[in-house]
C-alpha cells in the first residue's frame, strides 16, 4: 500500500533491453497512483520504437484481483455513468483544463493495437484561425454531402439526427482534436513499414479516449466530415497519416439539445452461447454451432 493508503504500481523486473521500467526492487521508481490506476501493473520502456524483430521478453503481470462485492458496484456504476454519455454538437465556450483532454489522449494511447503498433496521431488545434480554416473546409464538403452526395439512403438515416452542413461545434469548443490514423509506419530515415489492423486500432483509441473524456464531465463530438483529405493539407501531417475522426471537445451549451435516442436492447446484441451440458453435446455432435 502507498503512503495514502493506495496500493501502489510496482514491477521488480530488471529490463534486460536497458528500458526502465515502473516499480523496481530498491523502490525507485515506486510511485503511488491515483486510486482508479492502483490495479494496474505498469512497466513502461522509456521509450517506444518499432517491435520489429525485437526476441520476446515476457516479464510478470500480477494485476490484484478484485473482489467481488467491489467489482459488481463498480461495474455497474461505470454502466450507468457511460449509459450517460451523449454525442453533443452545441457546446459551451467555457474554457476547458487542458489536463482533462492530455489524460484523455493519455487514456487513448493505452490502447490496445495490433501488433502493438499504436498507429495513431492526436492533434489537439487551440489555435482559433486554424479552427476556423478547418469549420470553412469541413462546411464546404459538408455542403455537397448534404446536398445530395451522400443519398437518400444516408440522408434519411441522418435525418433524426438534425445535423446539418453546419458545423459550428468546430470553432466553438474549446478544444478541437483530430485524430489521425497512420496507414503505415514511417521511419524518420524516410522508410516504410506496414500497419495491421489500424481501422481497428484507432477505433478502439478513440473510444477509449471519449470514455475518458466523458468521466472527466466533458462532452464530445465524433465527427467525420467526408472527405477528410483537407485536414492532412490544413494541419500539415506526413504522407502517412490520414485523418479518422475530428473530436471537437468542452462542456455542453447551456441550452444544449440533443437527438432523443433509444440503444438497442441487450437483447439485441447479445448472443449468448452458454456452457451448459445440453448444448455442449449439441455442438459435439455437430448439431448446432
Ligand atoms: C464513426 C462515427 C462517425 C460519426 N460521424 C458523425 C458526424 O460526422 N457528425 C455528427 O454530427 N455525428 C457523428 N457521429 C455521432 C453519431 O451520430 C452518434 O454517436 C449517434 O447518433 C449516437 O448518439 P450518441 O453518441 O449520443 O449515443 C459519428 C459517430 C461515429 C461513431
Known amino acids: 500500500m502507498g503512503a495514502d493508503g493506495g496500493a501502489v504500481a510496482r514491477a521488480s523486473v530488471p529490463d534486460a533491453r536497458g528500458g526502465r521500467v515502473s516499480g523496481g526492487v530498491d523502490g525507485n521508481f515506486v510511485a503511488p497512483l491515483p486510486a482508479e490506476s492502483t490495479r494496474l501493473t505498469l512497466h513502461t520502456m522509456t521509450t517506444w520504437t518499432p517491435l520489429h524483430n525485437q526476441p520476446y521478453h515476457p516479464i510478470p503481470y500480477h494485476p490484484n484481483r478484485i473482489p467481488l462485492a467491489e467489482a459488481l458496484a463498480e461495474s455497474a456504476a461505470f454502466r450507468r455513468r457511460m449509459d450517460e454519455r451523449r454525442t453533443v454538437r452545441m457546446f459551451s ?7 482533462l483532454v492530455l489524460d484523455a489522449i493519455a487514456v487513448a494511447n493505452t490502447a490496445p493495437s ?37 443519398g437518400e439512403e444516408w440522408l434519411s438515416a441522418l435525418r433524426p439526427l438534425g445535423t446539418d452542413e453546419h458545423k459550428p461545434h468546430l470553432t466553438d469548443a474549446p478544444y478541437l482534436l483530430v485524430v489521425f490514423q497512420q496507414r503505415f509506419g514511417l521511419r524518420p530515415d524516410g522508410t516504410t513499414y506496414k500497419h495491421y489492423y489500424g481501422d481497428e486500432s484507432v477505433g478502439i483509441a478513440v473510444g477509449m479516449l471519449l470514455t475518458a473524456l466523458h468521466l472527466a464531465g466533458l462532452a464530445a463530438l465524433t465527427h467525420t466530415p467526408s472527405p477528410m483529405k483537407f485536414l492532412t493539407e490544413v494541419l500539415g501531417r506526413p504522407r502517412n497519416e490520414k485523418a479518422f475522426a475530428v473530436i471537437p471537445i468542452g462542456y455542453p451549451a447551456a441550452d444544449a439539445v440533443v437527438p432523443d435516442l433509444v440503444r438497442k436492447s441487450m437483447d439485441q446484441v447479445l448472443v449468448r452461447i452458454r456452457s451448459d451440458a445440453t448444448h455442449q453435446a449439441a455442438v459435439v455432435s455437430g448439431l448446432t454451432g
Open 114 to 150: 495490433g501488433a502493438h503498433q499504436q498507429p495513431w496521431t492526436f492533434v489537439l488545434v487551440e489555435d482559433p484561425q486554424v479552427r476556423a480554416r478547418i469549420r470553412e473546409a469541413a462546411e464546404a464538403e459538408e455542403r455537397i454531402s448534404y446536398r445530395g452526395r451522400l
Open 93 to 99: 465556450p467555457d474554457p476547458v483544463p487542458e489536463q
